[in-house]
């Protein structure tokens, strides 16, 4: 009798056979959780079809995807590099603050009278770009430091770093930064320092170009450049690394700069583009959710995007789902867990070969091999 699994000679690495399993997963993930909706009395399908469309099907609602979609984008991104590196960074929850808070203070300070006065709007997103991009590379590039230089868990210390970014925030909206009133939260931004809208009559703002700018970058300088290919070969293997020439220690920290950048920017477009002042509690675990959503991208600018937006689009739908089909909002926090859990498992079948075993006419044992598409 042939084995299920049967271990490949080299990883199934086509883009196409990784897209072909990764929807394999989602599908199937999306099957499993149609299953937790029948004891609510609740036809699958018909919920599903209420919780796509409600953020893709109108513009209205495809409006807030983007919205959800932009700071999911960019931490996703920073997780590519910072992952692709060798980096297990877990800090993007403290930079997406650390960011918030670097754009709040600039816009803040371009009102009449502040330190930078009113700037022409290409100059003033210009500035809270770069301010924004280092203030949240120097708090990743702190870890960064720790793990590269000196040998330092970054796991650890990027969730410690983390709780320290809350306090910061709680003590700036508390304090230097508060607005008259009782609530902890800063003044609200200049009018003319908020990222324009661009679809009419939703609040779908400019970030999400932001996002789709940093993405290309990312693809250019990851999977096209010289230090794109150096940062890589140190996260696949730092001994042949050194062997070749490369400062590991100096690459990590590299890594750990651009990735706090990016994350930092995620938190400027929530501020910039969302809140528009600084609140307790802004994140709301979006940190996270991007490195969810990297994952479901398996680590590629690419992917991400579409990941990102499909997440982004679940969440929006969730409502929607509950008032229609009648099932409570928190249940789409089941199904994308199984869809990355899903997406994790489908990596099995790019290293292994699965047979199916088939009776034959003759009623020989038989197996059927399955290959991905796009494999040779």
């Known amino acids: 009798m042939p084995r299920l699994l049967e271990k490949r000679l080299a990883p199934a690495d086509s883009l196409w056979a990784i897209s072909w399993t990764t929807a394999l997963a989602v599908v199937a993930a999306l099957g499993v959780g149609g299953l937790l909706f029948l004891p609510f009395g609740s036809n699958p399908l018909d919920a599903y079809i209420a919780l ?5 099907s109108s513009w209205r609602g495809f409006g807030y995807t983007l919205v959800k979609a932009a700071p999911l984008i960019l931490i996703g991104l920073g997780t590519i590099v910072a992952w692709r ?26 009102a009449a009278g502040g330190l930078f006065g009113p700037l022409p709007w290409p100059l003033f997103l210009t500035l809270v770009i770069l301010v924004t991009i280092v203030a949240g590379g120097i708090w990743a590039g702190i870890v960064g430091i720790f793990r590269g230089w000196f ?3 970054e796991v650890i210390t990027s ?17 230097p930064l508060r607005a008259s009133g009782d609530l902890p939260q800063s003044p609200r931004l200049p009018r003319e320092t908020w990222l324009p809208y661009f679809l009419e009559g939703t609040r779908a703002h400019s970030g999400i170009f932001i996002a789709l700018v940093a993405a290309l970058i990312i693809w250019v300088v990851l999977l096209r450049s010289r230090i794109g290919y150096e940062l890589i070969v140190t996260g696949l293997n730092p001994k042949a690394a050194r062997f070749g020439g490369i400062n590991v220690g100096s690459r990590q920290v590299l890594a ?6 990016l994350g930092a920017l995620a938190g400027m477009v929530e501020v910039l583009g969302v809140h528009h002042r600084l609140l307790d509690g802004l994140s709301e675990g979006t940190g996270f959710i991007g490195i969810v959503a990297a994952l479901l991208g398996k680590l590629h600018p690419l992917g991400v995007l579409i990941a990102s937006t499909l997440y982004a689009g679940m969440t929006v739908g969730a409502d929607a789902m509950q008032r229609q089909a009648g099932l409570p909002s928190s249940i789409i926090f089941i199904v994308q867990s199984l869809i990355v859990l899903f997406v994790l498992a489908s990596d099995l079948l790019r290293y292994y070969t699965l047979h199916l075993p088939f009776g034959r006419r003759r009623g020989a044992a038989s197996s059927l091999k399955t290959d991905l598409p796009g494999e040779t």
């Open 52 to 56: 796509f469309a409600e953020g893709f």
């Open 85 to 110: 590196t060798g980096f297990g960074y877990l800090g993007f929850e403290g930079c997406l603050l650390v960011g918030a808070a670097a754009a709040t203070w600039v816009a803040l300070e371009t």
């Open 151 to 153: 040998g330092g868990n």
């Open 159 to 175: 969730l410690m770093m983390n709780y320290l970014a809350v306090f910061l925030v709680q003590y700036l909206v508390s304090g």
């Open 256 to 261: 750990a700069f651009i990735a706090g950048g």
